[in-house]
């Protein structure tokens, strides 16, 4: 079953509009990370945010995350056309050691229109 | 620097045939090295992963198989495809035993027909 939930499952917007999406997890974590996939392409890193971090920062990104509501946000401040994409949460449980595996939620497609 | 190749980028296959996709990893030594499967519209399914050469954990039992001859060599294969094998494959590293993102090819889209 799927460790991460994003929400929503899709959100359009204007440029220059804020967006937020939203993740769910079930179990202990490591950390959580953001991931951005244009489609078709492989997937990119934007943000890890450790399990002791509660707020995190990267240019246009926000990330916040609440351990005790097993939940965390992404905000893209100030959106683009190139934003456009689908956004991923993963987390590395606590109980996967040295092996790290991510298990990824179903994703978020951000449609930002000129 | 550190890259990941992943090759090809699109293969048509017929059922019953066989499968080999090959991810390397440069610039990095002994990383952790993953293969992911991703359906249409869908999140990453985690296949298999590996710490080290030869070291291989499955995910979910299937039709497939992963091996690492070397330190930075992944392959995923299988004898026979079966339909639904088809879906997006994507290779994967991250540092062992840091908080590091991971880093994916660029995907190879699998499609058995």
């Known amino acids: 079953s799927q460790q991460g939930e994003e929400d929503p499952q899709a959100l359009s917007i204007q440029e220059g509009e804020n967006a937020t999406m939203n993740c769910s997890y079930k179990?202990?974590?490591?950390?959580l990370q953001w991931y951005r996939q244009n489609s078709g392409r492989g997937l990119v890193h934007l943000i890890l945010i450790r399990s002791n971090e509660r707020e995190k920062h990267s240019g246009r990104l926000r990330v916040t995350l609440d351990t005790s509501k097993k939940s965390s946000s992404l905000l893209i401040t100030a959106s683009r056309a190139a934003d456009t994409a689908s956004y991923f949460c993963a987390t590395v449980l606590v109980s996967s050691g040295s092996a790290r595996q991510l298990t990824f939620g179903s994703g978020t497609q951000l449609t930002v229109l000129p | 620097s550190q890259t990941i190749h992943q090759w090809p980028a699109t293969l048509v296959q017929p059922v019953g045939s066989p499968l080999s996709l090959e991810c390397t990893v440069e610039?990095?030594?002994?990383?952790?090295l993953y293969w992911y499967r991703q359906a249409a519209g869908r999140g990453l399914q985690l296949l298999f992963y590996s710490v080290g050469i030869g070291q291989i954990s499955s995910e979910v039992p299937q039709n497939l198989s992963a091996s690492r001859p070397q330190d930075r060599q992944f392959i995923l294969s299988s004898k026979k495809l079966l339909l639904s094998d088809s879906g997006f494959y994507l290779c994967?590293?991250?540092?062992?035993?840091?908080?590091?993102?991971?880093?994916f090819g660029s995907g190879t889209r699998l499609t058995v027909v």
């Open positions: 179990t202990s974590i490591n950390n």
């Open positions: 994967a590293w991250t540092d062992r035993g840091r908080n590091y993102g991971y880093t």
């Open positions: 610039g990095t030594s002994n990383p952790n």
